[in-house]
Structures are given as structure tokens and as C-alpha cells.
């Protein structure tokens, strides 16, 4: 009767147990998901600041009464980052089926370089930041002499190329060329992600995305208490 006892005590033991962890699981679980809720709502305001700043900034400047060389976009697959869409309705052109950027196009992709390199890689406003993807699109033509694989890399060359671009303009060795290249990575997505127009698919974009100091402790914190469990 006595070894029928310390078994049922041993059974209750283990179930209130694993009752336990699972309870305390569950709170963990909730902790993190509030957490991360919480860094995903301070990194959207601080995106939302930096779209609202640099549309500000290029209706101000406008270049000097011409159309703005691009166009800034809050990245709807992500809270945390937000777009500077450049292509050939504003001034951005490549040579056909290349990646160099034809001549009539450099004055106004450093002019863009300038203004958004200016605020991005301020003390401020860097630290912010947690990557900048340069990515190249292209448009749905094919490219003929590579129809399988060439608008990809057209698309990864062009990224690159314009990537180079920068760093040359700025510097490579100045403050800001450091910070591109600390910041920046390329990409190409080929003909996956067309706009409406041909002449709108053949663009680059600039991602960039925010991060949030406080918040990213917070789950630091979560973690470390978890482990001391």
C-alpha cells in the first residue's frame, strides 16, 4: 500500500513539474512576443522619421526646381525599413542590357548619393541604422545572350555598379565611404518584382532598415533571465 502511495506522490510530483515548465514556457513565450511587438513599434516610428525627414528634404531641395531624383517608400513587407527607389523615370539610366551607368545619369546619382549619404551616415542618425541592401531590378525583357539566367546577374551587376559609384564619389577612405561600406550589400532580384512600366522595372533600391538599442536589450535581459532559471 505504501509503494502504491510514493508511486501516485511520484506521478502527481512529475505532472505538477511539467505543469510548472509548461506554465512558465508559456509566460516566456508571451514576455517575447510583447517585446518584440514593443521593438517593432519604436522601430517603425524611427523609420517613419527618417521617410518623413528625407521626403522633406528632397521637396526642399528638388534640384533646383527638377523632378527629384527618388523616391522614398515605407517598405510594406517590413516595419523596420523603409526604400529610396531609384530608376529611369527619375534619372536613372543604365546602358542597354550593362551595368554602366550611362553619363547623363552620374550628376544626379551623386546628387542622390550626396543627400542621402548626408543624413544617413550622421553620427545621429547612423547608429540607427542596421544595413543598407542595395538591390537591382531589371525589366521582364530577356536578356539575350544569357535568357536563363541574365537578367539576375544584369541586376546583381547593376547593384554593384552602383555601389561602386558611390564609393568613388564620396571616397573611399572618407567617413561616409566607411560608413557605406559598413552599412551596404548588394543584391539583384532579376525580373521578379516588376513595376507597371519597363521603364519603372529598371530601378535600384536602397533598403534601408532601423534598429532600436533599448529594445534589443530588453530581450537581452528576457534571455539572461531565462538562462539564470
Do not use: W
Not at 546602358?95 to 550626396?114: F, G, R
Not at 547608429?127 to 521582364?140: E, F, R
Not at 513595376?195 to 534598429?211: G, M, N, W
Amino acid at each position: 500500500m505504501n509503494k502504491q502511495d510514493d508511486t501516485e506522490n511520484n506521478f502527481d510530483l512529475n505532472f505538477s513539474m511539467t505543469d510548472l515548465m509548461t506554465s512558465l514556457m508559456v509566460i516566456f513565450i508571451l514576455l517575447l512576443v510583447v517585446t518584440l511587438s514593443k521593438i517593432s513599434n519604436g522601430g517603425e516610428q524611427k523609420r517613419n522619421s527618417m521617410v518623413e525627414h528625407l521626403r522633406k528634404a528632397v521637396n526642399v531641395k528638388d534640384y533646383q526646381n527638377k523632378k527629384a531624383g527618388f523616391e522614398v517608400i515605407k517598405d510594406p513587407d517590413d516595419p523596420l525599413s523603409f526604400i529610396v527607389n531609384m530608376d529611369e523615370t527619375n534619372g536613372l539610366k543604365f546602358q542597354s542590357n550593362k551595368a554602366e551607368i550611362i553619363e547623363t545619369s552620374k550628376p544626379n546619382l551623386k546628387k542622390n548619393y550626396d543627400l542621402l549619404l548626408n543624413y544617413v551616415c550622421s553620427p545621429d542618425v547612423k547608429k540607427d541604422i542596421d544595413s543598407i541592401q542595395i538591390i537591382g531590378h531589371t525589366d521582364i525583357n530577356p536578356v539575350l545572350s544569357d535568357p536563363k539566367f541574365g537578367n539576375l546577374s544584369l541586376s546583381q551587376d547593376r547593384a554593384l555598379s552602383v555601389l561602386k559609384f558611390g564609393l568613388y564619389h564620396v571616397g573611399v577612405n572618407s567617413n561616409k565611404g566607411k560608413c557605406l561600406q559598413e552599412l551596404a550589400s548588394i543584391n539583384g532580384r532579376g525580373a521578379a518584382e516588376p513595376k507597371r512600366t519597363l521603364e519603372a522595372s529598371r530601378r535600384v533600391e536602397f533598403k534601408i532598415r532601423v534598429k532600436s538599442y533599448e529594445q534589443k536589450r530588453n530581450i537581452i535581459n528576457i534571455l539572461e533571465k531565462k538562462n539564470d532559471q
